[in-house]
């Protein structure tokens, strides 16, 4: 008789979270997020990418950017002026960057050495010799 008890008190469970679940979806819409997704920008040069963060308002680690950038070249470290990592870090706005579809061939030691607000980064796969001087 317990376990008979036990199975009815979880089948009203279940029954009632179906219930709310549906009246949730009221007219046959699904709940929707106050937010909307944004599209992630690519771009394929340093200087498109400087001039989009650059109209960008300040943001955080929590909401960091993502970006596409398609290069062949990150431009030198992070001093050389132009490059991927000066671009950033003089940037300010926190930036996941996704390099996957770049066609580098080597990424510099200090490529990104101060850009603090790097949140995140995603290479590619590099077929030659990664450059660590």
């Known amino acids: 008789m317990k376990n008979r008890t036990f199975k009815q008190f979880g089948?009203?469970?279940?029954?009632?979270?179906?219930?709310?679940?549906?009246?949730a979806c009221k007219n046959g819409t699904t709940p929707?997020?106050?937010s909307t997704?944004?599209?992630t920008p690519t771009f394929t040069s340093v200087a498109a990418i400087k001039a989009w963060?650059?109209?960008?308002?300040?943001n955080t680690a929590a909401?960091?950017?993502h970006v596409k950038l398609n290069v062949?070249?990150?431009g030198g470290s992070?001093?050389?002026e132009g490059s991927v990592g000066n671009t950033l870090k003089d940037s300010g706005k926190f930036v996941s960057l996704d390099l996957s579809g770049s066609t580098l061939t080597s990424i510099d030691l200090d490529a990104?050495?101060?850009c603090t607000s790097l949140a995140s980064v995603t290479i590619p796969s590099i077929r030659k010799t990664a450059r660590f001087t």
């Open 11 to 23: 089948l009203a469970v279940l029954v009632t979270a179906i219930v709310f679940s549906f009246a």
């Open 32 to 34: 929707t997020s106050t």
């Open 37 to 39: 997704p944004t599209p």
């Open 53 to 58: 963060l650059d109209a960008q308002p300040a």
């Open 63 to 65: 909401t960091a950017y």
């Open 72 to 74: 062949s070249s990150l």
């Open 78 to 80: 992070y001093i050389t």
């Open 112 to 114: 990104f050495r101060s």
